[in-house]
Nanobody
């Protein structure tokens, strides 16, 4: 099970820090990913980090603004979001890839998902 926290409402230019805690039942995933879904849109990839924290992957829209990391706390990954824009408004989901030994943004390669946390950025 995955549990996200840290969502909220901020003004454009602000920052939020999302955390995802993985239960002990998810054994050593290859990577953890963050996805988001805005109203009326499909779920899209945001960022991924290998469980060791050594590899990361970002969608172009968040490069230079978001940082994903793992290993700072046991079974926890963090998405630090800076310089937030109204276009970042969405429900953010944490996901675990336990079956594919690759860094990927394809949601079907993630087999565990959290319930999501709302991020709202006002202009």
């Amino acid at each position: 099970q995955l549990i996200e926290s840290g969502g909220g409402s901020v003004q454009a230019g602000g920052s939020l820090r999302l955390s995802c805690a993985a239960s002990a039942g998810i054994f050593s995933p290859y990577a953890m990913g963050w996805f988001r879904q805005a109203p009326g849109k499909e779920r899209e990839f945001v960022a991924a980090v290998s469980w060791s924290g050594s590899n990361t992957l970002y969608t172009d829209a968040v490069k230079g603004r978001f940082t994903v990391s793992s290993g700072n706390a046991k079974n926890t990954v963090v998405l630090q979001m800076n310089s937030l824009e109204p276009e970042d408004t969405a429900i953010y989901f944490c996901a675990a890839n336990t079956a594919w030994a690759e860094m990927t943004g394809h949601p079907h390669k993630y087999d565990y998902w959290g319930q999501g946390t709302q991020v709202t950025v006002s202009s």
